[in-house]
């Protein structure tokens, strides 16, 4: 059975347990024979846990990471397993520790899962133990840290820079290349069905690609107006979006009003921002710093976002 469509997401202990409480019980305490009382224990409370859904939202997954970097608790549904729902948590909460500042991180795995620790490079550490009558073992994972970013003087603000007008795909391209390469941690998208001869450019897409991996700490927003002329269709970006699914967000209008925008537009956190009327042609005007405008397009955008729905069939991961 194979089934693709699923996302991730924090889960709060509180408000998630009947959730993460339905995930466990299938599989550790019916599947595994695991005693109640030892699968659920008072840690919990404490942990930083992740939560895959399939589209409707349903649970299919958990994982925790404790405060002293133990990763445990893995549990995906029968139906979803070898669908690299694991890996896609694993990779969550290894974030996850990077961005608390552990050094280093832990798990104690059942034999049966080893293979599944070491291929993200953790390293057999002890012996053999028993724990609720399986056999483990434990691992470790020496965590690469996120770059620290220097303080520095604040420079003047840069002066704003008029609009130019845009006319032809190749200066739309150009003008695009330019924002993403402005950008410090935020881009924000507004887009028809993300115009394949626009977003589907490869040096477009490599620079969405190394925005992300430099900036952990940012992410990608977008508002895709007409997502279901995107079923069925393979788009980079959003094959790019699965693989870095902790730095991309994407959702679609509901609201009639925000389904009658025509216009389309790209803006990042430097000021600089991109409009193009019509969210199927070109034609339009941009500028690398203008505060104002920028200002102006981002109120839409948020007005926009906070009544949108999440594409989760957008949140496909093919891991």
Known sequence: MQITNFYLEPANYEVDFDALHYVRHEVFVLEHRIPPEVEFDELDRQCHHVIARDEQSRPIATGRLSPDGKIGR???LRDWRNQRVGQSMLRFLLEKARQLGLETVSADAQLAALDFYRKAGFVEE??????????HQTLRLLLQPLDKSVRRTAKPAAASVQAMRLETLESASAATLQLIADARRQLTI???DLEYALYGHNEIVEALKQFALRNRGGGVRIIIQEPANLRGQTHPVLELAQRLTSHFQICAPVEAEDLQYLSAFLLNDSGGYLFRLLGNRYEGHWSPNLPAKNRRLQEEFERVWQRSRPCTEFRVLGL
């Open 74 to 76: 893995m549990a995906v």
């Open 190 to 192: 507004y887009s028809r």
């Open 126 to 135: 002890g012996a053999v133990f028993v724990a609720a009558g399986i056999p």
